[in-house]
């Protein structure tokens, strides 16, 4: 009947809860995440350094590539200048010595950002300066006549020997910022690699971390919690001998022995309840008969389904009752009703009252007309004894609800389409004239029509539910009705009720009750449905206020 443990009490001690285990899992997952991260965030900026690099590189090379590209033009305007004596042909010559200077001076700029031989530009310079004088004194020569001079043999190998050490100085600055510009592609391709695997790295013992941490959870947690939910339900079906495993993380261990007290709690008070019940049915047989006719009367209409709970405040009688009338072919009357005062004299009274409304509603197959007929009756009956009832009848053919309502809570027309978790739509049905007692014998009632059709439904209940008190004196009320009928599936009236009457019960924070609780769901399913489903009423209390 206890929990049945996998190992022993000093093993269990000695394990880390699960809590602890996340905790640790989830900083370790931060730390690899800081860590991968930081390294990424740094490669990725050393890696653009190294491209603006290598980009300063390229344009370096660029530039000096446009400035032997202006010498070569220089050289060659100026041979055929030489001869030929065409002046046009020193256009190239000329345009080249305008733009020199602003490639020199980008070519200066370039080599000082990627920190280049500035020594080596003086070098080209300087060559270019010896073979630009040579030019012009050529220019010169041929501008004043003397056409032999520059066109002999030991002249032009002048020239062609100063183009040289021109041509030499720039291939040799290019060979510089060529290997300036290879070491940076270097650089740059060693960034790149390393910036993918930290990359990757980081993704894999992220991904690692994540599968061992789904792999604890569903080995320490979600596995052992669903075969508790297996017992658990086993349990809720009666079972109370099933076994309730102790297994996985401390918390879900825990978990386990909780759920296991409460089923050893529910087993003896079980017995108990069992015992008073065999006390009472020997010591007052009589009790037992009023108890039997205070049962609702088996009407059933085919498309309405009614799902009803009586908890009892204390005894074996309860001043509350509720009943089925079949009032005609598809038309189904339905009776709440609530008796004041106390002892067998308000059951009683409450039987006949439950007697009269049905015989009544046969008879006059209407709400308002069943209350006053019945009102009628009690001209015998006490000032001190009345009853709050409500009355409604569902018909299935016009898809309509009557309500009557002689001083009892407004009952909810709840319409279909809502969810759980949703907001609770709902229209009350309050009273339509006063309660039934003998002082007000001949009283008429008003009958109000509501359009009642498929998926829509009725909770009704006596004022005990909407009265629970917690300890600080504060209601229940309609907001905890709401709110419990708002988070219940509304397809399953069941676990409506069900919810509402254990809202109310620990709102009051209290094993008993005050007063009587009775609740009844009224549901227009569709034809064929199960019908009506009406539970043998648990112990109830002997009378009670308005209300039990």
């Known amino acids: 009947m206890g929990v049945a443990p996998w190992w022993s009490a000093r093993e ?29 965030v740094v490669t990725a900026q050393q890696l653009g350094t190294a491209q603006q690099q290598l980009t300063r590189e390229t344009r ?78 050529q220019i010169a020569a041929v501008g004043r006549g003397e056409r032999t001079g520059p066109s ?47 990359t990757a790295g980081g993704l894999a013992a992220l991904a690692l971390l994540l599968g061992l ?35 996985g993380a401390s918390e879900v261990r825990e978990l386990a022995g909780d759920v296991a007290a409460m089923r050893d709690r ?28 205070l049962l609702p009367s088996p009407g059933r209409v085919e498309g309405v389904r009614i799902t009803a709970r009586l908890d009892a405040a204390e005894g074996v009688l309860a001043g509350d009752w509720y009943d089925t009338v079949q009032v005609a072919t598809g038309r189904l009357g339905v009776v709440v009703g609530d008796v004041a005062g106390h002892g067998p004299y308000s059951a009683v009274f409450a039987l006949r009252l439950k ?6 509603l046969r008879t006059h197959a209407h709400p308002g007309a069943a209350l006053t007929a019945v009102c009628a009756e009690l001209r015998d009956v006490p000032a001190e004894l009345f009853a709050t009832v409500f009355v409604c009848v569902v018909d299935t053919g ?25 907001g609770v739509r709902f229209e009350e049905l309050p009273p339509t004239g006063p309660l039934l007692s003998s002082i007000v014998a001949g009283e008429v009632w008003e009958e109000v029509e509501h359009p009642f059709g498929t998926g829509d439904s009725l909770l ?53 009750r005050r007063d009587d609780h009775t609740l009844v769901h009224v549901l227009r399913e569709v034809v064929g449905g199960p019908g009506p489903v009406l539970p043998v009423l648990p112990v109830a209390a002997v009378g009670g206020t308005p209300g039990g």
């Open 213 to 247: 941490g789904s792999l604890v959870t569903v080995r320490q947690v979600t596995q052992p919690l669903r075969r508790l939910a297996e017992a658990t339900r086993r349990v809720a079906d009666g079972d109370l001998s099933a076994q309730l495993r102790a297994e």
């Open 60 to 137: 370096a090379r660029q530039a000096t590539s446009d400035l032997q590209r202006q010498y070569v033009e220089q050289e060659t305007g100026l041979r055929g200048y030489l001869l030929t004596g065409e002046v046009e042909l020193l256009a190239p010559y000329e345009l080249a010595q305008r733009q020199l200077p602003g490639v020199r001076r980008e070519l200066r700029e370039g080599l000082r950002a990627v920190g280049g031989d500035a020594a080596q530009l003086e070098v080209l310079e300087q060559a270019h300066a010896e073979w630009d004088a040579y030019a012009r004194e």
């Open 12 to 40: 269990s001690a000695g394990r880390v809860s699960l809590t602890r285990r996340l905790s640790g899992a989830s900083l370790l997952a931060l730390l690899v995440l800081v860590l991968g991260g930081g390294l990424v």
């Open 355 to 360: 007697h009269s409304l049905a015989t009544a």
């Open 460 to 512: 009704t209940f006596t004022d005990g539910v909407l009265e629970s008190r917690s300890p600080d004196g504060v209601e229940f009320g309609l907001d905890g009705l709401l709110a419990a009928i708002g988070r219940t599936p509304r397809q399953d009236p069941a676990r409506l009720i069900d919810a509402v009457a254990a809202d109310a019960l620990r709102h009051a924070r209290n094993p008993g």
């Open 398 to 422: 016009t898809g309509t609800l009557v309500h009557a309502n002689a001083g009892h809570p407004p009952a909810l027309l709840l319409p279909a389409g809502d969810e759980a978790g949703t």
């Open 266 to 293: 529910l087993l003896a008070d079980l017995d108990r309840t069992r015992q008073a019940l065999g006390a009472l049915d020997q010591e007052d047989r009589a009790v037992r008969a009023v108890r039997q006719a």
């Open 152 to 198: 002999s043999i030991g002249t032009t190998m002048l020239g062609k020997t100063l183009f040289d050490d021109v041509r030499s100085a720039g291939e040799t600055l290019d060979a510089q910022l060529e290997g300036l510009q290879e070491a940076s592609q270097r650089e740059t391709h060693r960034l790149q690699t390393r910036l993918v695997v930290s």
